[in-house]
């Protein structure tokens, strides 16, 4: 499911649509997260619950989950390791807010 030349081209495609943006909106999240669904063959979920995919934290996970894939050699990963780092860098992270005394 994850080999090497598919997981090079998915990267790549995400990286050049997106290397002009400084950031990801939720219209790009959707299109990277449809896209990794459609690539890779993952199942859609529910409409209910497909608005909880969309957020920098699950996507992120997802594009990590495929980078480190058992099926890539260390060749595989070297070469989308630079477009990966891009797309990474593009992500919002929500702050997190620690409140109370320690």
Do not use: C, W
């Amino acid at each position: 499911m994850f080999e090497g030349e598919l997981a090079h081209e998915f990267f790549q495609t995400i990286a050049n649509r997106f290397q002009r943006k400084k950031r990801l909106s939720k219209t790009d999240l959707d299109y990277v997260f449809k896209h990794a669904i459609e690539t890779f063959g993952i199942p859609y979920p529910s409409s209910v619950l497909y608005r909880y995919f969309l957020n920098s934290s699950v996507i992120s996970s997802l594009l990590l989950q495929i980078h480190n894939a058992e099926r890539l050699s260390r060749e595989d990963r070297i070469r989308i390791h630079d477009n990966f780092n891009n797309i990474f860098k593009k992500f919002i992270f929500p702050k997190l807010k620690v409140s109370g005394t320690f």
